[in-house]
Structures are given as structure tokens and as C-alpha cells.
């Protein structure tokens, strides 16, 4: 097979181990003499596979006793209706950050359920930068933030405090999940869809503190409130067992690397070369304001004019792809995931130089 470098946003590179054990699972699922894709989700292989995944997820990120995780469907969007539904009631008021594309739809969303105060925006300036001194209301319940902005290669580094002492932070974490270590004190909630730093399309991984939710009196369908899923550990109906097990073995070798602190070491490294020869480089710049720049998407543009069809055409024969940048920003984007191997990197920063000595007077 030819080496691709896969830059895309989402779904995201993978690790090759975990593809391999995809392959085989698909057909012969642990020499059960099924594939994975028909097994029953009651069977204890499969239950099994489950609990396996949870348990991993908690070690990786050690997640305390009194969080639950779960596995959802419907994608990190579902979570932006489900968390106001779940936390609060229509006269409680929600604090949220208005970061990026994301972070906006998880605004307009919650607006259906509570009352919305946008602690910080940064959409006049092209979500260039966070803001982060925060308007917070005293009361509020929660504050929302999107750990990494994926479209706009922004990142929260450290989070923000509530002024509320009796809030928690509600994080969107789809595009820096397992990137960095997390200390769960100050979060209520944490969710993510899998397909941009640990898996495949088709499974949302929540983490709820066990004591904010059952507070409020509004009905809520029974697939779209957290009790069930807790209760029923993440199969009161046909949960999407082939993405858990993508995740699962996406997971085991994260672990096998040496796990979370390991990776975050890695990330810092690849994301620091990449910037280094974009700041290098005559033909390219980064929009990003340099304290609040991802370690996961990292965007870039260039200075002059030139054609982005002619570059994106050049790192494509070199191996190099999905490097166009989101539709709503231009230039280009690198996504350097977990997966995404130094050699990677090494390969896009060479095509970059040899990029700008066709180029420069
Ligand atoms: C991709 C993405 C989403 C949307 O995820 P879906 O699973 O497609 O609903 C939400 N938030 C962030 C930060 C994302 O990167």
C-alpha cells in the first residue's frame, strides 16, 4: 500500500495497529468464528469489549470513581442539546464561550433549554484568539468551553475558573481528547465524538460527575437523558460496538506507548517543529495568535498571494493530504492527531521548504 499522511480534521488518522485489528475483527472477532459487525451486544464477548473500553478510557485519563463514562450515538451535536436538557431547567442560566463554529452551535443549542450567557467572543476577529477574561454570571450552573477550536486551530491551555464556586465546566473535548492530561476537579462534564483523536464515526464518549445530574423536573426522552445510559451502562439499545472497538484498540495503543502524559510529551514536539517552519518560512504564516495556538489543527496561510490549489497539489504527490483548510477560514490546515507520526511532520516541513525554494525570488 502507498504511505499517505493523512491531515484530515476529522475523521482523523489512525493508528495502523488499531486498523489492523479492525481488519481481523471483521472477520473472525476473537476466534469466536463471527464477525464483530454481527455479534449481540449482550454477549459476553461483546459486554466484555465494553466494560474493557471504560476501563481503559478511565485509566488513560484518570478519571475519578464518581464520574460515569458512557458511549452515545449522535455525535458530539446531540451533546449540545442533551447537556442543557439533562443540567438545567429554562429559568437556571447556562455561561458559554463563544470560540468557534462549534462552540456557537453548542450556544444556539442551549438556548432552547436555558438562559444563555456568552461569557466571551472572539467572532469579530475571525475566532483568531480566545478571550478569556469572562463576563460570568454569579449564579450560573455551568460554564461551557471547546478545549480546541478545530476549525480555527485555537486551544484553551489552561482552563478558566468559574466565578460561580458551586459551578463546573462543561468541555467539548472531540478534537484534543487523550492529546493532554486532564485534572477533573473543576469539570461536571466532558464529552467527545470519537472520530477526530480516538476512533471512527459513530460513538460520543461522555464523562458526568455522578451528583449534577436527577436536579431538574423536565421531561426528558428516555434516550436522550444520561440516567438511562448510566443505569443501563451504555446498552439500553444497540450501541455501535464496531466503533467501541476501534476505540478500544485505538486506546491500547495510546497505553502501549506509554499512555497520556507520554503523548502529550509527543504532541508538544510535533506541534512545536510544524509552527517553527511556519514562523520560518517566507511564504507562510499562521493567523493564530501564538499563546492560544492548537497543538492538534494547526492552520497556516500565505503571506502573499498564491495558489493554494498548486501547493495542496504539491503535498499531495508527496503523500501529504487533506492539508485544504476549512471552508469558512481558506489556506490550509494540518491536523496532527495522536496518530499523526513525527515522520509526518518531518515530511510536510521538508515539503514546505522545498515549496518555498520553487517560490522565493
Ligand atoms: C467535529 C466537532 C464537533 C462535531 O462532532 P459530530 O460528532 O460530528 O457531531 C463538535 N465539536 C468539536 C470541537 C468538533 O471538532
Redesign the pocket.
Known amino acids: 500500500m502507498k504511505k499517505i499522511y493523512n491531515f484530515s480534521a476529522?475523521p482523523g488518522t489512525l493508528p495502523q495497529d488499531a486498523l489492523d485489528a479492525t481488519s481481523h475483527a471483521v472477520l473472525d472477532y476473537e476466534n469466536n468464528g463471527m464477525s464483530i459487525l454481527e455479534m449481540s451486544h449482550r454477549s459476553q464477548p461483546i459486554v466484555d469489549l465494553m466494560n474493557n473500553t471504560t476501563d481503559l478510557a478511565r485509566e488513560l485519563l484518570s478519571v475519578p470513581d464518581n464520574f460515569h463514562i458512557l458511549w452515545l450515538q449522535g455525535?458530539?451535536?446531540?451533546q449540545f442539546s442533551m447537556i442543557p436538557m439533562n443540567l438545567l431547567s429554562n429559568d437556571q442560566t447556562a455561561d458559554y464561550t463563544d470560540t468557534g463554529f462549534?462552540a456557537a452551535k453548542a450556544i444556539k443549542e442551549a438556548k432552547e433549554f436555558c438562559k444563555v450567557n456568552v461569557a466571551s467572543s472572539t467572532k469579530e476577529s475571525m475566532y483568531n484568539h480566545i478571550y478569556k477574561d469572562l463576563y460570568q454570571t454569579p449564579n450560573a450552573t455551568y460554564l461551557h468551553i471547546?478545549s480546541?477550536?478545530?476549525i480555527y486551530g485555537t486551544q484553551w491551555k489552561s482552563f478558566p475558573k468559574t466565578l460561580n464556586p458551586e459551578a463546573y465546566i462543561v468541555a467539548?473535548m472531540?478534537?484534543d481528547i487523550f492529546s493532554r492530561k486532564i485534572d477533573f476537579n473543576s469539570f461536571g462534564l466532558i464529552y467527545a465524538?470519537a472520530?477526530?483523536n480516538m476512533g471512527p464515526?459513530g460513538v460520543?464518549m461522555v464523562i458526568i460527575r455522578d451528583n449534577i445530574i436527577g436536579k431538574i423536573n423536565r421531561h426528558i426522552p428516555t434516550m436522550l437523558d444520561y440516567s438511562t445510559h448510566i443505569s443501563k451502562k451504555s446498552a439500553f439499545n444497540t450501541p455501535p460496538v464496531s466503533a467501541i472497538f476501534v476505540v478500544n484498540k485505538t486506546l491500547s495503543w495510546l497505553k502501549g506507548l506509554g499512555g497520556v502524559a507520554m503523548i502529550e510529551d509527543r504532541n508538544k514536539i510535533k506541534a512545536e517543529k510544524l509552527y517553527r517552519e511556519i514562523e520560518r518560512n517566507s511564504i507562510f504564516t499562521c493567523p493564530v495568535y501564538e499563546e492560544d495556538r492548537s497543538q492538534m489543527n494547526v492552520p497556516f496561510i500565505f503571506i502573499e498571494d498564491g495558489d493554494e490549489n498548486e501547493f495542496l497539489g504539491f503535498c499531495s504527490d508527496r503523500g501529504l493530504i487533506a492539508l485544504k483548510g476549512h471552508r469558512s477560514v481558506g489556506g490550509f490546515r494540518a491536523s496532527i492527531y495522536n496518530a499523526m507520526p513525527l515522520d509526518g511532520i518531518d515530511t510536510l516541513v521538508a515539503a514546505m521548504q522545498d515549496y518555498e525554494s520553487l517560490h522565493s525570488k
Open positions: 476529522g455525535g458530539a451535536s446531540t462549534w471547546t480546541n477550536n478545530t467539548d472531540s478534537s465524538g472520530q477526530k464515526a460520543t
